[in-house]
């Protein structure tokens, strides 16, 4: 039999020969990357390899699995990579090496958190899946993506540092890392629980911990953010499902964020943060339909089927999404609503494309968010929430205001005369949108593709003719209801304070106090250990040296430590003021973070 | 262009109305199953889509305006 093969791994080891190759070869072995996992994917599916778990190697003592395989880690991982291959394609005419790796490292990472099955394999690939992600902000290479990615990997840090925690507690009390859905109740004995339930919602931006993704996706290069729109976030649902189905706080969380992604989306200007709400918005819906999974029950695997299902669909129409107006961005360099209007004329393509994509987030019959986002408002009507069904099929009509018709009709007519030039994207560009297009209409013309890759088995039609009704009914009465107001929907010169005010404010405050009042202090030591230094005077040296050195050299063979060199000292102390503080906040970390992983991991081992 | 968009309003009209039909139909076959109360009024869908859109455009508006707006280089000035 053939050994099986990691999905994560060729995108990870491949990866590295990219900077090797240029031109058309690169872009040939760039597409051939995805592909090849694509078909590992439908290798393992046939049991080619035989039934899982894969791959499991011991280390330090404990029994690790980088390859675990079932219907659900599939589904995840057949949605990231067919993502992949199309995002990849988007991207083909980036020159710049590095924006490829960190992409690829990106998403093998994903893949890895996907076939993990322990604790331990989850965390390395949740860091490595963390730094990547935050190299494709960097490389927008403006000050604001730095600040944006900054934060970005402050927050993430401290998800992971939770995650770690969590996972040490829990191995101290089961004695086991397996990753299996974890014990959930009231009480500090659940404390290794609640710490990793809050490194997965961190991830999956539930408010008020969601604030970095709609403040770092729209910083991000224009192929970077469409990476970025897909893993992170449906990785956590992932995670979620696996390790925290049923859990009843999860239900109110995912209503209430599918409503502040649309209220926030109201007042956005800029085009990409618009989307990177509903990202939150529609991620709601999982993490609700994860919050009603409860096992056993028809209710609870409609619900797990429904929060997996609109993880894949979502992860297709967002991706197009942010691909229609990265494509607005690329041509015109302009990303804020108030800048744009009256371009359809030049773009005509690309509006159409987009809006294949805004009806399937907005959940049109035909389109992949009807046949899946009507799953999980089902499950919450099997389940008897009321309120909870009312708030999701409001945050459909936001969703439909918003991509649907504010956005498009902001970016590409609102004015009488275009504000700009502007022209089709690149081909590859347009090619990628075409098939990411294609996809989002195929499942929602033919979902029985999609729900024969669910978890558990699927007993729901969803073109029942009230469902078909219901949902148009809502939908043009939303559009009748947005003409009649769209006066009020014209973007404002503003921007919108988020729950990342709670830090990057007193954050400010904490590196002013750093640099004012602290390096004062600093400043202040420092010229007096100059001065007594001084005081010595240049006559002392030859003293110490005769009198002291000398001697002791003589009989013992030391001299005195380098140490006391101290107009070295003193130029070392220059040079680093000299550097700006921020990066020197990164290193502390880094090596704080590092002494906490070995901390840990020397009280596991005793 | 003028007749154009009379057109598209006139499919809008049309659209509407058949939505509103289609629902009032499904009703009277009892082709639905439904799980609440408001799921038996033949427009729910209709009247919710329509004032909710309202209601969300006003609200968050009204919460922007006094609170969470700000002038875009807020967080270099604080």
Redesign the interface.
């Known amino acids: 039999m053939i050994e099986w093969l990691h999905p994560g791994l060729i995108f990870l080891l491949g990866a590295l020969l990219i900077p090797v190759l240029k031109g058309k070869g690169r872009q040939v072995y760039l597409l051939l990357l995805p592909a090849v996992a694509f078909i590992d994917l439908i290798l393992i599916s046939k049991g080619v390899f035989g039934t899982g778990p894969f791959w499991q190697l011991s280390f330090m003592g404990y029994e690790l699995t980088l390859g675990r395989v079932d219907r659900l880690s599939m589904v995840f991982a057949y949605v990231f990579v067919i993502a992949s291959f199309c995002m990849t394609i988007y991207a083909l005419h980036v020159s710049e090496t590095g924006q490829h790796l960190a992409a690829f490292f990106y998403v093998g990472s994903t893949l890895g958190v996907v076939f993990a099955g322990d604790l331990f394999t989850l965390f390395f690939f949740w860091e490595v899946m963390a730094w990547s992600s935050m190299l494709l902000i960097w490389y927008r290479k403006t000050k604001a993506a730095y600040g944006a990615g900054f934060r970005f990997i402050m927050v993430h840090m401290f998800g992971g540092i939770c995650l770690l925690a969590g996972v040490v507690l829990q191995l101290q009390a089961t004695g086991s890392i397996a990753f299996e859905s974890f014990e959930w109740g009231l009480g500090s004995e659940y404390l290794a629980s609640y710490l990793i339930f809050l490194a997965f919602i961190i991830n999956a931006a539930v408010p008020p911990l969601g604030a970095w993704l709609a403040d770092a996706y729209p910083e991000a290069t224009v192929t970077g953010a469409v990476f970025l729109t897909a893993f992170t976030t449906k990785s956590a649902i992932y995670v979620l499902i696996r390790g925290f189905p049923g859990v009843e706080v999860l239900i109110w969380l995912g209503a209430i964020m599918a409503l502040y992604g649309v209220v926030f989306a109201v007042l956005e200007n800029d085009i990409r943060r618009l989307l990177a709400y509903h990202i939150i918005s529609q991620v709601g819906y999982m993490v609700c339909g994860v919050g009603m999974g409860v096992f056993g029950t028809a209710a609870g695997e409609m619900a797990i089927n429904g929060a997996a299902a609109h993880a894949f669909c979502h992860i297709l129409y967002k991706a197009l999404l942010f691909m229609g107006m990265g494509a607005i961005i690329e041509v015109t360099g302009r990303s804020k609503l108030t800048e744009l209007g009256g371009i359809y004329k030049y773009m005509p393509i690309t509006f159409w494309l987009y809006m294949i994509g805004a009806f399937s987030i907005s959940g049109f019959p035909l389109f992949n968010g009807f046949v899946s986002k009507t799953m999980v408002v089902t499950a919450s009507a099997m389940w008897h929430y009321s309120i909870i069904w009312l708030m999701l099929e409001g945050a459909s009509i936001g969703t439909f205001l918003h991509t649907g018709l504010k956005l498009p009709w902001g970016a590409w007519f609102a004015r009488k005369e275009p504000v700009c030039e502007a022209r089709e994207p690149p081909k590859n560009m347009l090619a990628a949108m075409g098939i990411t297009a294609f996809l989002c209409t195929l499942l929602g013309v033919y979902p029985k593709i999609l729900y024969n890759m669910l978890p558990y088995p699927v007993d729901y039609v969803p073109y029942a003719a009230g469902h078909v009704v219901a949902m148009s009914q809502l939908l043009l009465f939303t559009f009748v209801a947005f003409w009649l107001l769209k006066g009020m929907l014209h973007g404002t010169p503003t921007i919108t304070l988020d729950t990342d005010w709670f830090y990057r404010i007193p954050g400010k405050r904490v590196i002013w106090f750093c640099e004012k009042p602290l390096m004062a202090f600093a400043n202040y030591v420092d010229r007096n250990v100059m001065r007594m230094a001084g005081f010595f005077g240049n006559d002392f040296w030859p003293l110490v040296v005769t009198y002291v050195e000398n001697p002791l050299d003589k009989a013992f063979h030391v001299r005195l430590p380098e140490l006391l060199n101290f107009k070295e000292i003193h130029d070392k102390i220059k040079q680093i003021k000299d550097r700006e503080l921020s990066y020197n906040l990164l290193y502390i970390l880094l090596a704080m973070f590092v002494l906490l992983v070995y901390i840990l991991f020397t009280v596991v081992v005793e | 262009m003028e007749i154009k968009m009379r057109h598209l309003f006139l499919m809008?009209y049309v659209?509407?109305a058949a939505?509103?039909l289609?629902?009032i139909l499904?009703y009277h076959?009892h082709?639905?199953?439904?799980?609440?109360w408001w799921?038996k009024l033949p427009?729910?869908?209709?009247?919710?889509?329509?004032?909710?859109?309202?209601i969300?455009?006003?609200?968050?508006?009204a919460?922007?305006h006094h609170?969470?707006?700000?002038?875009?280089d807020?967080?270099e000035k604080?």
Not at chain 2, 31 to 36: A, E, I, K, S, V
Not at chain 2, 44 to 52: D, E, M, N, R, T
Request: with cysteine; charged share 10%.
């Open positions: 809008l659209s509407l939505s509103v289609a629902g499904v076959l082709l639905l199953h439904p799980h609440f799921e427009v729910f869908s209709a009247i919710y889509g329509f004032i909710g859109c309202i969300i455009i006003v609200a968050s508006k919460l922007g609170w969470l707006q700000k002038e875009e807020y967080y604080h």
